[in-house]
Structure formats: C-alpha cells, structure tokens
C-alpha cells in the first residue's frame, strides 16, 4: 500500500536553509506535493512536481525528487521566523485519480 | 485566486447533536471536493472523496450514515456529523480539486468541532 514517511521535527536559525525530507513508497506516483499548516489552520499549497523531474524552483523553495530513491526534499533558503510551521509532504496517485496521500508532517521551529 | 472557505470555523455542540460544515470555493468552480479529519499533532486522515451531483466515496472505516456528505453545486459541499459524540471532537479540513491536471488541491481553513 502507498506510505508517505517524514522526520518528525527539524529546527534551525533564521537566515540558514532548512531541508525536510520525504519518502514515499508507491512508485505510481504522479505528482507530489509540499504542503505548509500554520496553527489552527488549513494546508496551504506550497509547490509540487510531477514525477518525471527532478528539481523544480520557486523563489525561496527548491523541491528535488530522487525518483529511482523514492525521495523528495524540499529546500526552504533563508528561512524566516514566519516558516515556522508544519510541512506535509504528500503524493496524488494515478490509479486513485486525485486522491492525496499524506505524511505524518514535519514541524519546522525558526530560532531568531 | 484558488480560495476555499469553510463555516463555520468553530463550533461546540451537545451529544446526541448534529453538526453541518460547509466547504466552498469562492473562485473556481470544483467537480471534486474532500473531507479530512486531524488530530492533534497528526496528519490529515480523508473521509471522503465528494463528487458534484453524485453519492461521495467514503474511506475504509468512515461510516457513511454517521458523517453525511452532500455536493449539491459546483462549489459547495456539506458535511453533516449527526449524533455527534465527544469522541468526533476534531478538526475538520475540506479541499477542493481545481480539475486541472496536476490534481492541485486548495484547503479550507478547516473547522474545530467540539462535542461535550
């Protein structure tokens, strides 16, 4: 059956790079996607790839998909206090059309 | 643009009760709309997948005549808790799928119920 893993908290120094990891474990996968959920509210679409890159950029966030590893990581440069938050990695798979699979979440603490 | 509300955002009720949610978006039109369940400090587990004008899909172990789902328009989509117990206490997220085809999903803010 399809699982999606996350680290369970990452914490790091506002100005530095933070990097949450995601594993997953259904290779049908067609897109993936981070998420963010600030306290007491929804998710928040943050970026997604489709499963035949590898990288994709966006201003502050870089995702990369290791596809063969079956990981993907999401970069977040010079975080800021206001990333604080939880990151939810997710996977929608093909044969379930747009049914969305989530991870466990990833808790990001920026220390000013 | 992409925007998903929800109401309301929190409601308290008594046992025995029932409690309606609803979901919309504001700016797109969605043939496809999900419910979700949080706990604290837990990822979002679906209930169910809701389709415009037809029966929703519930999720193993959802029970379908406790957590009644209605996707009467193209941008509305209720949930209904009947005979609420403290233990549906939880937070409630719904999406909306904007039918394009990277399967984008726009959340709701999500709604706290509490039973006492």
């Known amino acids: 059956g399809e699982d999606v893993e996350q680290s369970l908290f990452l914490s790091v120094r506002e100005g530095d790079s933070s990097v949450i990891n995601c594993t997953y474990t259904?290779?049908?996968?067609?897109?993936l996607y981070w998420y963010k959920q600030e306290p007491g509210a929804g998710l928040q679409l943050l970026t997604y790839?489709?499963?035949?890159?590898d990288m994709k950029q966006d201003q502050r966030l870089t995702v990369l998909l290791n596809k063969k590893d079956k990981h993907l990581s999401l970069r977040i440069a010079d975080t800021q206090t206001g990333d604080s938050a939880i990151y939810f990695c997710?996977?929608?798979?093909?044969?379930?059309?747009?049914?969305?699979?989530f991870g466990a979440g990833t808790i990001l603490r920026v220390k000013s | 643009g992409a925007v998903v509300s929800q109401h309301p955002s929190r409601v308290i009720c008594k046992s025995g009760t029932s409690v309606k949610i609803e979901c919309r978006s504001l700016?797109?039109?969605?043939?496809?709309m999900f419910w979700y369940r949080q706990f604290p400090k837990q990822s979002l587990m679906l209930m169910a997948t809701?389709?415009?004008?037809?029966?929703?899909?519930?999720e193993q172990g959802v029970e379908k005549d406790k957590f009644l789902i209605n996707h009467a328009s193209l941008t509305l989509s209720t949930l209904t808790v009947t005979s609420a117990h403290p233990e549906d206490s939880s937070f409630y997220i719904c999406?909306?799928?904007?039918?394009?085809?990277?399967?984008?999903?726009?959340f709701g803010p999500g709604t706290r119920l509490t039973v006492t």
């Open positions: 809701s389709n415009e004008g037809s029966k929703a899909t519930y």
């Open positions: 700016d797109f039109q969605a043939t496809t």
């Open positions: 997710a996977e929608s798979l093909s044969e379930y059309g747009n049914k969305l699979v």
């Open positions: 999406s909306a799928d904007t039918g394009t085809g990277a399967y984008e999903q726009y």
């Open positions: 259904d290779s049908s996968s067609t897109y």
């Open positions: 790839i489709f499963s035949n890159m």
